[in-house]
């Protein structure tokens, strides 16, 4: 019973919300890949060098041997109308309001489930064929002087879809794709009560959806509840990548350094989203119907009782009155996955120092100042931002990503520690001791990579994503599924002002990392004002340490060799406090109980080569 008050209660009473589980007997699907790449390098002067090319990407249309593929055809028009009795006119009187008909009333529902290799939809597939994606590139460098360089680039970069887990293209509710679920639309009641029970988990076999080849019984399995399928327009994301930098030698030979200072810049256009917009849900749904308030909870009969399969979100015999505006009214939820929506922007500046190998030591010291922002995260949901609210736009969600790291600092260095022979210290061995305190000490090298970077942006969420859950008055009729909390009034400063280690739950002194009373969950149909991340303040910092300790030495002759090493992760065994809880309805809401990284990990090892 997750989502809904205890869970431990939940399953001692016998109630489930949800379940699901993996189906082993998969799809077998393909997807094919082409790219051709041209590029020519032209020598303007002895100064000057212009690199140009253009490469070609195409995914083609993904297809499934035995055409187990899913689609939502936006453009079929059910030929059903509502039940005898029931009228608009109707719903008003009862919620005491005064709103225009939703359009389905007066023009039809649009949108059904479809499967190809039917004879409805013959083809192999839905998606469409976009074969123009072609990335140009252009660079530049320069010489400013004899030990100075002028380096600038540009290029358009198409990614790929391969991979994603939504290749199969029959996902989660569908009785072919890789995972199964025992519910999709919560209850009829709007989250009140719920019809499954463990000894009676799957009543009429509700959540499960068989195998057919027939159109119409695939809709019957599945309606009411939700309905996921990959969009037709799904597309790898482009990003246009900049480059500009400066380069500096100073030295020379063994001695050489070189500096570099530069800019880069990532602009992800046409990301694709994870879930889409959603095309139950009407846009912009908090400024059409919001200032209708609570009456969105009235319960009005339900339009199309009886012809939907009853124990599913929409079949009950009456719906919240905000249900009634969903753009389709048989489906709780219908997400098309992978819609190109999305966008991103990532700049940086940073600034580097390189000592090249020479006299047995290197050393590479980076230090970069970040900022990355964006609405939508990655196409299978990692890193992503919360879902608009009340059918706002991904505009709304906008801003800072999860992943986004302001300063870091990078230092790689190895060093062949100069004592044995041929160097500084033992580099002459003459007497037996000498020879068998050089095996010992001498050929010796060590290398290491040290980490600094500030913390990362902390999320303030409301779990809202479930029917009857707190703060779930907009998805409870399916205008959304995230709800963000609210800055509390008059407002209050959220920054404690502690280290992550002060914050970590049961140590000395223990203050939460931020203050849990400066928000609070939405009430009634209001929408959060808490950003998706916040901007006055970061997680907890992160260093660490890792070390390598290594010497290889001839056996008997030089064509065999023993190697000797020791490797250290996190050395120093710093503890780096992870971010804090960001759940709203949590206990530990506001308090760190984790850690980011991994405590100290030594490996010794000896490899012979021969």
Known sequence: MNGYGSGLAGWLLGGIAGGDGVQYA??????????????????????????????????????ERFDRQTFWDKDYKWPWTPNAGWSWDQVLKITGTNMPAPDWVTKGIYGRAVMMGTKEYPGRTLQWSLPYHFGPRLGMAYQLMPKTVL????????????????LNGSMWNIGYGDLARLVQGGSPDGGLTFPLTFDRPMPNGIGYVPVTRDVN??????????????????????????????????????????????????????????????????????????????????????????QIAPLTGMGGATLPYGRLFQLNPLWSEIWTVGEPLGTSNYHAGYFQV??????????????????????????????????????????????????????????????????????????????????????????????????????????????????????????????????????????????????????????????????????????????????SYLTQMRGPGFSQFDFALMKSFPILSEARRLQLRFEAQNILNHMNAGNPDSSIVSRTFGMITSQSGIPRRIMIAAKFQF
């Open 217 to 306: 019984e695939l809709n019957k399995s599945v309606m009411g509840n939700w309905f996921l399928a990959s969009a037709p327009n799904i597309t790898p994301e482009h990003e246009h990548v900049i480059s500009l930098s400066l380069q500096r030698e100073f030295g020379s030979g063994t001695n050489s350094w070189v500096l570099e200072g530069a800019y880069n810049a990532n602009l992800g256009r046409g990301i694709p989203y994870y879930l889409g917009m959603g095309e139950h849900i009407l846009p912009d749904a908090y400024h059409k119907i919001g200032p209708l308030g609570m009456a969105l909870s009235t319960q009005v009969p339900n339009p199309f009782y009886g």
């Open 26 to 63: 998969g799809p077998a699907s393909l997807q094919t890949y082409h790219g051709a790449y041209i590029q020519d390098d032209f020598r303007v002067s002895s100064k000057l060098t212009i690199n140009m090319g253009i490469r070609w990407d195409f995914e083609p249309p993904r297809t």
């Open 354 to 531: 390189e000592h090249r190998f020479g006299r047995g030591f290197s050393l590479l010291a980076n230090y970069t100042l970040a900022k990355l922002l964006q609405d939508s995260g990655a196409l299978d949901g990692q890193q992503g931002m919360p879902f608009p609210q009340a059918g706002l736009g991904l505009g709304s969600v906008y801003g800072l990503a999860g992943s986004d790291i302001t300063h870091k600092m990078l230092f790689n260095y190895s060093w062949d520690i100069p004592v044995g022979k041929g160097n500084t210290l033992l580099g002459n061995p003459q007497t037996i001791g000498a020879k068998v305190l050089d095996k010992v000490v001498g050929g010796w090298s060590l290398a290491g990579t040290t980490t600094f970077r500030s913390g990362t942006p902390i999320a303030v969420r409301t779990p809202s994503n479930t029917v009857g859950g707190p703060g779930s008055q907009w998805y409870n009729i399916g205008m959304g599924r995230d709800s963000q909390p609210i800055f509390v009034v008059p407002r209050v400063n959220y920054n404690n002002g502690v280290s992550g280690h002060g914050a970590l739950e049961g140590s000395a002194g223990f203050t939460p990392y931020f203050n849990p009373g400066a928000f609070r969950v939405v009430q009634g149909y209001e929408i959060g004002d808490v950003p």
């Open 151 to 166: 380096r600038a680039s540009y290029g358009v970069i198409w990614g790929t879809s391969t991979g994603s887990q939504f």
